[in-house]
């Protein structure tokens, strides 16, 4: 009896037969996707709604209602995008987080607190100063704009005023002139005269420097301790211990002792009463 020789394949076969199988599709990442909409969205409301319908188009219309809705999702979408920088332009966030920073630099412990952390202090912070405005533009531009009672024109020049009276109060008659003599516009009479392109540069620069003399005070016990611990180091012989080691603790000691957190923010809020 012949015994029958199986030829086994070759590499090149496999890496050829590899190469030519399909990938498997991520079907699990849609029946994921699919159980997640079924979960947040209730199956009554999906039959009884009916999916969204999107549509982006470019053509041409014979109605300027139109052609004026579309301009203003664009404004809308403009609005989004710069969103950030009006959080930061107009708020008391920039005040807010530069003391944070500098506090962190002052302490000298790096990278701790996180950047996320200072920054989501920073937004609540601003959040709770900014409440009383913030209710102000809701109520005198974005409840009557949703109502329909006012056109977005009339609703972005009543929602400013709120910012305006904030930025205003806060500013410095000394920014204001310079981007004034900047601007080489006539001198303004009233507040209502000052443009938004001279009051929002003016207000931004006062902000830091605000910041800026806040952080001043807050470096001095801390410069004070790193310079006790050097002297004492070096008094000690001790030129190889860097100073930063040992001064650290009693950094982190004298700011939980006053109850430093507790200080800073006080301040903060406070600054802007």
């Known amino acids: 009896m012949t015994p029958t020789l199986t030829p086994h394949p070759s590499p090149l076969t496999a890496i ?5 199988t399909p990938p498997p599709l991520h079907s699990g990442w849609v029946a994921v996707g699919l159980v997640l909409l079924l979960l947040l969205v209730p199956a009554g409301d999906l039959l009884a709604q009916g999916l969204p ?7 041409q219309t014979a109605k300027p209602k139109e052609a004026a809705v579309t301009l ?4 809308i979408l403009t609005v989004l995008t710069l969103a950030p920088a009006i959080l930061i332009m107009l708020t008391s966030f920039t005040r807010v987080v530069t003391v944070l920073s500098f506090l962190r630099l002052a302490i000298g412990t790096q990278q701790i607190p996180p950047n996320q952390v200072i920054i989501g202090l920073a937004l609540f912070l601003t959040l709770f100063i900014m409440t009383p405005t913030f209710e102000q533009v809701y109520t005198q531009a ?5 109502s329909e009672e006012i056109d977005y024109s009339v609703a972005l020049k009543r929602g400013m005023e709120p910012l305006r009276k904030f930025m205003l109060k ?3 008659e000394k920014d204001l002139a310079l981007f004034v003599r900047l601007a080489k516009m006539p001198q303004p009479r009233t507040p209502d005269d000052i443009p938004n392109r001279v009051l929002i540069p003016s207000f931004v620069i006062s902000e830091l420097k605000t910041a800026f003399q806040i952080s001043f005070v807050l470096f001095i016990p801390f410069i004070i301790i790193d310079m006790v611990v050097s002297s004492t180091l070096l008094s000690m012989g001790m030129l190889m211990l860097p100073p930063i080691s ?8 004298l700011f939980v002792l006053v109850d430093g957190w507790n200080l800073v923010v006080r301040s903060l809020v406070m600054s802007f009463r």
């Not at 050829?16 to 030519?20: K, S």
């Not at 203003?72 to 404004?75: G, K, L, P, V």
């Not at 974005?142 to 949703?146: D, E, K, L, T």
């Open 142 to 146: 974005v409840q009557p704009y949703i």
């Open 72 to 75: 203003q999702i664009i404004f």
């Open 246 to 253: 040992v001064s650290l603790p009693f950094k982190l000691l």
């Open 16 to 20: 050829n037969r590899r190469a030519t």
């Open 53 to 59: 319908r999107i549509s982006i188009e470019v053509g």
């Open 170 to 172: 806060q500013v410095r």
